[in-house]
């Protein structure tokens, strides 16, 4: 995902840069260095590097060798280490809240809050369901089941064609349609 720059200090690449050399220029969590190339096995939990040495993907422990033919891995991805806030506030940059990690781990320790925002661009693009729900609780689509389902996110689907035309029903008794006015014919 993108970073938002107007949520992070003027300095941030000067920050960046003092972070990741504090760790290595490694991984904190795997120690996989920036810049590498690397195969991942989602399924062993490890990658290997291009000589040919294994490691696990969340300890960085070396499990071993393999042959680029042996290993069951995907395509060679290079590492690009970026720094992340430990506690998702871009605003509290102290030292101790701040750690180089690969694409990998980065991303893991952001899932939950990109699910979160997922979830909530879901919801915006089914606006229609909040927009109506005054209209729609006067349907079979206002049940109290229907509007918790709603709140929680799980009715987070399309509405199909019989919800719709209900809808629409209700949108055109609460707001009937306005008569055309009439254009005069030009002489």
């Known amino acids: 995902m993108p970073m938002d720059r107007s949520r992070y200090p003027a300095d941030w690449d000067a920050i960046s840069k003092r972070i990741r050399q504090r760790d290595g220029n490694k991984c904190k969590t795997c120690g996989v260095a920036n810049g590498v190339y690397v195969s991942r096995d989602g399924e062993s939990r490890s990658f290997m590097l291009e000589d040919g040495r294994v490691f696990h993907e969340d300890t960085g422990v070396q499990r071993g060798w393999a042959r680029g033919s042996e290993y069951e ?17 871009p605003s509290n940059n102290a030292d101790e809240n701040l750690a180089a990690l690969c694409q990998l781990h980065h991303l ?55 919800e719709r035309r209900e809808a629409d029903r209700l949108v055109a008794e609460e707001f009937p349609p306005v008569a055309p006015r009439r254009r005069r014919p030009k002489r």
């Open 108 to 162: 893991r320790l952001d899932a939950k809050q990109h699910a979160a925002s997922a979830r909530e661009n879901r919801r915006a693009k089914l606006a229609v369901g909040e927009l109506f729900d005054d209209l729609i609780s006067k349907s079979s689509l206002g049940t109290p089941r229907a509007r918790r389902l709603r709140e929680l996110g799980a009715l987070a689907r399309p509405l199909t064609p019989a």
């Open 73 to 89: 891995g995907g395509p060679a991805i290079k590492i690009v280490l970026t720094v992340a806030h430990l506690d998702h506030d």
